[in-house]
């Protein structure tokens, strides 16, 4: 078992992970209570190092946006999962070293959402079961993969796992119309759950202060509970309709992707300012650098940074759709990734532009990229859905499998 370790401060400059209990030494330990400003810096000139094809399965992108991990050792934890419509299914683990080897390190017999690695160095993820969400688990495990425990959830997990200072686990789920908020103990015991008629935005967030916020789309509110699940406020601000989580700066200030514009919320869910571009939507919640200018993504592929009153300072296109914000290099270098559709199969882009939205380099690849972390200094990691659409009679068969490149400077 790994010490426990202090924690995340953006101030300091370590990549933006704050306000939980993630492992400070694991490259990239989650997506969410992350400003997407990375610690490491993108390669100027990167070549393609390896890449791995693992046949006959995906990285499940439903309800909660895909994703993957990286460990202090620099292995990437890919959660993967089976494709069959009728019969069993899988999920698994799958552990690739930094130099593209791959081991399976868990499975299941249901699929499994994306993972988090705490500070203690172990693993929580979900699964997701589409036909019998009553079985659904929230599992905790050791780093070699074996469990520590495993929770039993009633509804399909609609976040992944949460974790604050304590470790203790913040998850929603949702079916049958009702949308649950579970406070678990680090030991995999229930602290407590609140019980909603909504679904949620995205993942619930947590401020430095411990405040929960959740955003209830049937209501168009978000609302903020403390550790001990009492709830302190709601406010109606709009449906959370977007692409990513809100992003909390150091501050405090809150910025949500709501409707068609990007809100700058206080502490308190009160609007300090509202911005909404001169055409089309904003698509995600932004990236924050250290000066606290935000970088998000608007229709009809823009790029779009503002300051932090949210006054534009330039934008730019990208070469596809987006579902997530840019990642912000500790060289001050944006990355970007991308896709486009084109039947029967995807393309996607990972670009890089400067500060000031120019655009330095742009790789291209098959498939539709899930996520891209920044490895170490100089370092991408890229995992990417592949699917080949065979029409066959009324049924449009799918082929899949996904693949992880790992992009750097030779």
Not at 112 to 136: A, M, Q, R, W
Request: charged share 25%; proline share 4%.
């Amino acid at each position: 078992m790994i010490n426990n370790i202090s924690q995340f401060d953006n101030n300091e400059g370590v990549g933006g992970f704050k306000n939980g209990a993630y492992d400070k030494y694991a490259v990239h330990p989650t997506d969410i209570n992350w400003t997407r400003q990375s610690r490491f810096a993108i390669p100027d000139n990167p070549k393609l190092l390896w890449k791995v094809t693992e046949e006959n399965s995906y990285v499940d992108e439903t309800i909660v946006s895909g994703s993957f991990v990286v460990d202090r050792e620099n292995n990437i934890l890919v959660s993967d999962c089976d494709n069959n419509i009728f019969g069993e299914h899988f999920g698994r683990i799958i552990k690739v070293s930094n130099s593209g080897d791959k081991k399976e390190v868990f499975k299941t017999d249901m699929r499994l959402k994306p993972s988090v690695i705490s500070k203690s160095g172990l693993i929580y993820l979900t699964t997701t079961n589409d036909f019998e969400s009553e079985n659904d688990k929230l599992f905790c495990l050791y780093p070699d993969g074996t469990i520590r425990w495993e929770f039993p959830l009633n509804q399909s997990p609609h976040s992944k796992p949460v974790l604050d200072e304590e470790e203790n686990v913040y998850l929603f789920t949702y079916s049958n119309e009702v949308g649950t908020l579970y406070s678990i103990s680090s030991n995999g015991i229930l602290n407590w759950k609140c019980e909603f008629d909504s679904i949620n935005w995205y993942e619930p967030i947590i401020s430095k202060d411990g405040i929960i916020y959740i955003g209830l789309n049937n209501h168009h509110t978000l609302c903020a509970f403390n550790k001990m699940g009492h709830k302190l406020w709601e406010r109606k601000l709009g449906q959370g309709l977007g692409s990513y989580p809100p992003t909390i700066k150091n501050d405090g200030t809150i910025y949500a992707r709501l409707s068609r514009k990007l809100l700058a919320l206080d502490s308190e869910g009160n609007v300090l300012w509202t911005y909404t571009p001169k055409e089309g939507n904003v698509v995600t919640s932004p990236a924050i650098d250290m000066e606290g200018n935000l970088y998000l993504n608007l229709s009809n592929f823009r790029l779009v940074s503002l300051d932090s009153s949210g006054k534009e300072r330039w934008i730019t296109k990208v070469s596809g759709g987006v579902r997530v914000p840019p990642i912000i290099g500790k060289c001050k270098k944006i990355i970007q990734q991308s896709f486009m559709q084109n039947y029967p199969h995807y393309k996607s882009w990972i670009e890089v532009f400067s500060e000031k939205g120019e655009k330095i380099w742009t790789y291209e690849l098959n498939g539709v990229i899930i996520s891209s972390v920044l490895g170490k200094d100089n370092l991408i990691y890229i995992l990417s859905n592949c699917h080949t659409f065979r029409k066959k009679g009324w049924k449009d068969k799918k082929i899949v499998k996904w693949e992880l490149y790992s992009l750097g400077e030779e």
